[in-house]
């Protein structure tokens, strides 16, 4: 009589003896659970795609709103909005590489590739959009005269 209770999957028995006459070699236990554990690559691809995106509409955005001051430098032309269909475009591609980035990048050091982009998303989107509220208030202030030195050590002007 077996000392395995009644509702063991295997037969402990023909385990036993399998272990002993050596029929799975010297693999352990960890050995071949291995084996049919999935191992996938890390995305180093879409990080390297989204950093490519993030990099190359980044400096379109950046083009852009470099023309638009020029604009109101030598034609007084109106900088706000600042939301237009070109700069939008490129802002959101910007962002939207950089969550590629961030993703990827996550991922390669072991997240889960759902956590790692909901993470990447809401990163972006929360810098990105404080960034885009920081832009139009220089410009704002850029347009009505009454623009200061950026002082970056005072978070309080900011907020």
């Known amino acids: 009589m077996s000392i395995a209770p ?9 385990a036993d003896l399998d272990f002993l006459s050596g029929a799975f070699g010297d693999l352990s236990a960890d050995d071949i659970l291995l ?6 690559q890390p995305p180093y691809l ?4 989204g950093l490519a995106i993030g990099v ?3 400096l379109t955005f950046a083009r852009l709103v470099q023309n638009r001051l020029d604009g109101w430098k030598n034609d007084r032309l109106a900088m706000l909005p600042l939301g237009t269909a070109e700069t939008s475009i490129s802002f959101a591609g910007t962002l939207i590489g950089i969550s590629l980035f961030i993703g990827g990048s996550l991922q390669v050091f072991g997240f889960a590739s759902g956590a790692a982009y909901l993470i990447a998303f809401l990163l972006s989107i929360l810098t990105g959009g404080a960034l885009w509220v920081q ?17 970056f050590d005072n978070f309080d ?3």
């Open 6 to 14: 009644d509702f063991a999957p295997i037969d402990l028995d023909q």
């Open 56 to 58: 190359l509409c980044g």
């Open 135 to 151: 832009l139009e208030g220089l410009m704002a202030q850029v347009e009505s005269g009454n623009f200061k030195a950026v002082d």
């Open 157 to 159: 002007e900011f907020f």
């Open 46 to 49: 879409v990080a390297g795609l």
């Open 35 to 40: 084996e049919f554990a999935p191992l996938q």
